[in-house]
């Protein structure tokens, strides 16, 4: 039955939140027998970490002094090594080892990609800090629990109204829930709007037309709490391969340097950047007009459901800086 509490103690409780968890079956493995287990670091300490696989299925890796840890090398081979407290959660990997006697995989070898190591870090470097707030959320609200049973004591002899008083706790707890709630979102990022920058062959020079759309994205990110700036670059496929690859994060760095100096976008605010090449052609490159279409940098705000209540996905925009004019 819920305790009947006053409203003193509703001010107390809205400040309290609580984070559930709920744990993915775990599979024992045979000891001795070989595995091979690939999947998403879910969890980890000093000497082990578990991996969620394609299913849902987790499994406990430890870490052995001797494990090689390194990422995948490229055509010719010779990847980089890595320290094992250098893995964090979100990292997709692939495991060989052994089954040991306690139904763990102990690793002899884990092998990543850069890029999805260079991800899961940019990930943990966010989720790291919002958990560490939940943390000390729920420190403060183990700290003022004996404070909210006697003034539930205290209240309830004073009121001696059952009714207002159940009344009360009910509201309570919906706080506390929506509370919860927006916590648990904080790191939920959904796109709020895309803007479409493109530009002349050859070229990652920034047209009037262009500043001016990232001018409006810009002030529109400013009114926003919790936004990041993801910006990707890409080039038709006139030309070298790796010369367009190049030209794609050229683009994409003039369109951050343009945000980051005109708008002073704070660095934290940079989500991720990157140069596609040709890769992602969102038209045909046998055309003129589908040529001039790729040549283009995407950029999207993206926001916090958790700091902004009631956000919309809006249509993307975009600006020709002229084609093969």
């Known amino acids: ?10 001010a107390l409780l809205m400040g309290v939140t609580s984070a559930l968890a709920q744990d993915a079956q775990t599979r024992s493995l045979t ?24 299913v849902g299925v987790n499994t406990r890796v430890a ?18 090594a890595v320290a094992a407290n250098q893995i964090v959660r979100g990292l997709n990997l692939e495991v060989e080892g052994r089954g040991d006697n306690s139904g763990s995989l102990t690793a002899d070898k884990v092998r990543f990609g850069k890029d999805d190591f260079r991800v899961a870090q940019s990930i943990d470097s966010r989720v790291t800090p919002a958990e560490e707030r939940l943390d000390q959320a729920e420190q403060n ?51 709020q709007s895309t803007q479409t ?15 001016q759309n990232l001018d409006a994205l810009a002030q529109n990110a400013l009114t926003m709490k919790g936004y990041l700036i993801e910006v990707t670059g890409f080039a038709s496929a006139d030309g070298d391969a790796k010369k367009n690859k190049e030209l794609s994060r050229r ?29 992602q052609a969102i038209a045909d490159n046998s055309t003129p007009e589908g ?27 975009a600006t020709d800086n002229g084609g093969d004019q």
């Open 31 to 54: 000891a001795g027998q070989k595995y091979k287990i690939k999947g998403v670091v879910v969890e980890k300490d000093d000497t082990s970490f578990i991996v969620r696989d394609a």
């Open 251 to 279: 683009r994409a760095q003039a369109v951050l340097d343009y945000l980051i100096e005109t708008h002073n976008i704070p660095l934290r605010r940079i989500g991720v950047s990157y140069g596609f090449g040709e890769a």
């Open 63 to 80: 870490v052995a002094p001797n494990t090689s840890i390194k990422t995948k090398g490229g055509f010719f081979g010779g990847g980089d």
């Open 197 to 211: 920058v493109n530009f002349r062959v050859n070229s990652s020079v920034l047209s009037p037309e262009g500043k």
């Open 141 to 191: 609200a183990q700290r003022i629990s004996g404070q909210i049973e006697e003034l539930v004591a205290i209240s309830n002899s004073a009121r001696g109204g059952a009714k207002a008083a159940q009344d009360t706790a009910d509201a309570a707890i919906a706080g506390v829930n929506a509370t919860n709630q927006r916590l648990s979102a904080v790191d939920d990022y959904v796109v």
């Open 1 to 10: 039955m819920l305790k009947k509490i006053s409203a003193l103690s509703l």
């Open 291 to 317: 040529r001039a279409q790729n040549r283009r940098v995407e950029v999207k705000l993206t926001v916090s459901k958790g700091l902004n209540q009631n956000v919309e996905v809006r249509p993307a925009t």
